[in-house]
Nanobody, 123 residues
Framework: QVQLLESGGGSVQAGGSLRLSCIFP????????VGWFRQAPGKEREGVGV???????TYTDSVKGRFTISKDNAKNTLDLQMNSLSPEDTATYYC?????????????????WGQGSQVTVSS
């Protein structure tokens, strides 16, 4: 069983910053994808950004230039630094992982999920 442990999140005013962190298992297959997804009330879960086992990242267009994913292989952590937050970023954020070579932002391709962290941005 793959366990993902999330921390961080909270509430901030528009324009502010928050950071999320996810601890993922130390021993994984050679090829894997790990990333962040979010789900706002009444909306479908969407990919925010993912990184593959080689460190290549992919972001959804709405967060490019504002959000940064960083993976620390020594600590087995995946952080999401969120800057210039807007109310539209309000959602529950999830860390997710799957064993595959090609990483996408499609949520149903990921089989392992963290518990979710709430991010609330007020105007």
């Amino acid at each position: 069983q793959v366990q993902l442990l999330e921390s961080g999140g909270g509430s901030v005013q528009a324009g502010g910053s928050l950071r999320l962190s996810c601890i993922f298992p130390k021993y994984l297959s050679t090829a894997y994808c790990v990333g962040w997804f979010r789900q706002a009330p009444g909306k479908e879960r969407e990919g925010v950004g993912v990184v593959d086992s080689r460190g290549r990242t992919t972001y959804t267009d709405s967060v490019k230039g504002r959000f940064t994913i960083s993976k620390d292989n020594a600590k087995n952590t995946l952080d999401l630094q969120m800057n210039s937050l807007s109310p539209e970023d309000t959602a529950t954020y999830y860390c997710a992982l799957d064993h595959r070579y090609s990483c996408s932002l499609v949520h149903y391709e990921y089989h392992f999920w963290g518990q979710g962290s709430q991010v609330t941005v007020s105007s």
